[in-house]
């Protein structure tokens, strides 16, 4: 069975801040995907990174970076200096090649908020 | 490009009536659909997923059902609404095997 867990349920910063948001996840599946998505007050999921279980290679985009460790099996989320317009719900979520349907896995989700 | 439509977008509706949602996805063939309830704004259920017309997969049992009666069509139902079903459904599509999900606006439900 799979699993994602966030520990993290709410996180509060000021702007500018840095904030990493945690994602442990379990699998049976030798090959995976993991990915992270933003949800805003508006609902929609917003896809923000997909990485595969053979690329470990941390990722930049913007103020966004991703730093994936297979060996303590976690994937997490930092932003720099963090806007107000970060604030939204970030979800993790695992799928298995195996997986039928390549449904995702969610996690439980953190809150972030970021006060001006 | 493709595009995803959910409707409606909030409904409100009585316990015991029934429950037709609808998801259409244009600019692709053959996607793979899900269907997610949120409850209380986190944590995403899946509830069913479709990898082909007519075929239909349950995660969950549940009074609610799905239907795919077109390539790009994915219809949840109920016969008769619980308080419990109330949330906010999530529609999604991949293109295959591992892609990553594109999600539709919602439906926020209410059942009273």
């Given amino acids: 069975a799979q699993k994602v867990t966030q520990a993290q349920t709410e996180i509060s910063v000021v702007e500018k801040e840095d904030v990493t948001l945690d994602c442990v996840y379990e699998t049976r599946d030798t090959t995976y995907y993991l990915f992270w998505y933003k949800q805003p007050p508006s609902g929609e999921l917003v896809f923000l990174i997909r990485r595969n279980s053979f690329d470990e290679q941390n990722e930049i985009s913007g103020r966004y970076s ?47 908020t970021v006060n001006p | 490009s493709q595009t995803i439509h959910q409707w409606p977008a909030t409904l409100v509706q009585p316990v015991g009536s029934p429950l037709s949602l609808e998801c259409t ?32 997969s349950s995660e969950v049992p549940q009074n609610l059902s799905a239907s795919r009666p077109q390539d790009r069509q994915f219809i949840l139902s109920s016969k008769k609404l619980l308080l419990s079903d109330s949330g906010f459904y999530l529609c999604a599509w991949t293109p295959g095997l ?14 009273l």
């Avoid at chain 2, 244009?26 to 949120?38: F, H, M």
């Avoid at chain 2, 591992?98 to 059942?111: D, E």
């Fill in chain 1, 66 to 112: 991703w730093n994936f460790q297979k060996s303590t099996s976690s994937f997490n989320f930092t932003i720099t200096a963090s806007q107000v317009v970060d604030s939204a719900v970030y979800f993790c979520a695992l799928s298995g090649r195996e997986t039928s349907g390549s449904r995702l896995t969610f996690g439980e989700g953190t809150q972030l």
């Fill in chain 2, 25 to 56: 996805v244009e600019g692709t063939s053959n996607p793979n659909l899900y269907w997610y309830r949120q409850a209380a704004g986190r944590g995403l259920q899946l509830l069913f997923y479709s990898v082909g017309i007519g075929q239909i």
């Fill in chain 2, 98 to 111: 591992a892609g990553k999900q594109f999600f539709g606006p919602g439906t926020r439900l209410t059942v």
